[in-house]
């Protein structure tokens, strides 16, 4: 047996730990030949492929990034036909003539809606669900979300100390264009006295009320963490437009600070590890198993699968009744 594997969309900590589980499972215990695919879908499309072999899998499980390159190639765009090549079609010859039983993709929501369409055209897929954002329908967690927050938090907590000093609003902006759970998860953790996120509506003057009872109790600096898809003027990041309206409103001077992509660099934590080895020593049992289509998903502490066609175009959201937004807002933290 041979399989494919890929990664695409943007990359994450933990995308090489699941390449790694993946390819060691499938090598050591099932017997299973690895092409690794370069550049996402990019790479199905040219052939840009290599043997994986145990000495290409060493020293992964710490390491940012993908080994594979990724890409945000999208080939049943605009119905799968680009300049006169039908995409959908060469890659199913592609995957006839690289001779692969089955393809595993590891992406976002982008890269699921893909894997849903080639099972749809009879393709073998299976997929791993990742992203810095968290917002793939089915599983509890992705793997590269407990880094994000993680390099989030800590950039939450090193403002503390400077707001302090200078008795300042800090406004710190972390990514989340649809979805608010970097900026949930690292504003809790981090002690944020307001976190806005795209999935509840704020007003500036309930931020600016906030921020001033702060200071009556004596609390004279406040940390603001805000998603990147927040409603803005639309001319300015989220973090600028959010200080520039709170120095408006309660005329104390007001900084941000965009966090970028450095959360998304670098190494992931343990727990992204080991999620990442699990996610992908349970998709090749899936392939294993002839359960095609499918994407591997963590529930509680267990990792299960759920079908690509219930997980494509689907995003899970943060609603008002996740226990962190409501044990934040009993203890004070406004939402906006
Ligand atoms: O989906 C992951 C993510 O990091 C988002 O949080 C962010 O908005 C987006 O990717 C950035 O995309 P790009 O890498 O294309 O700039």
Redesign the pocket.
């Given at each position: 047996m041979r399989i494919g594997i890929l990664t695409s969309?943007?990359d994450c900590p933990g995308i090489n730990a699941t390449i790694r589980g993946v390819c060691k499972t499938a090598i050591n215990h099932y017997g299973i030949e690895v092409m690794g695919i370069h550049s996402g879908f990019q790479g199905l499309l040219s052939k840009d492929v290599e043997l994986l072999t145990e000495k290409s899998l060493s020293g992964l499980l710490n390491m940012g990034g993908t080994i594979l390159g990724t890409s945000?190639e999208k080939p049943f765009k605009k119905g799968g036909i680009v300049d006169g090549i039908n995409k959908p079609a060469l890659i199913e010859q592609n995957m006839r003539e690289l001779g692969l039983d089955c393809l595993v993709c590891i992406g976002?929501n982008g890269t699921q809606k893909t894997a849903a369409k080639m099972t749809a055209m009879g393709l073998n897929v299976v997929s791993v669900p990742k992203?810095?954002?968290n917002d793939i329908w089915g599983t509890d967690f992705s793997f590269g979300f407990d880094s994000a927050v993680s390099i989030a938090t800590d950039a939450i907590d090193r403002l503390h100390s400077t707001a302090s000093s200078h008795k300042r609003v800090m406004v710190i902006e972390v990514?989340?264009?649809k979805a608010g759970w970097i900026a949930l998860y690292s504003g809790m953790a981090g002690g944020g006295d307001v976190i806005l996120i795209p999935e509840i509506p704020y007003s500036v003057h309930n931020i600016s009320e906030t921020i001033i009872s702060r200071l009556k109790k004596g609390k004279l600096y406040s940390i603001v963490v805000v998603a990147?898809g927040i409603i803005t003027d639309g001319k300015k990041h989220a973090a600028e437009y959010i200080a520039e309206e709170i120095e408006r409103e309660t005329g104390i001077e007001t900084r941000e600070t965009v966090l970028g992509y450095i959360q998304?660099g670098g190494s992931p934590t343990p727990f992204d590890r080991n999620l990442s080895t699990r996610m992908g020593g349970h998709a090749t049992e899936l392939i294993v198993n002839g359960q095609f289509g499918r994407m591997i998903t963590l529930k509680g502490n267990e990792i299960s699968s759920i079908s690509l066609s219930e997980v494509a175009g689907k995003l899970k959201l943060v609603t008002e009744d996740d226990d962190l937004v409501v044990q934040g807002r009993r203890m004070g933290v406004s939402f906006g």
């Open positions: 969309g943007g945000r976002g992203t810095i954002d990514m989340g264009h990147e998304r």
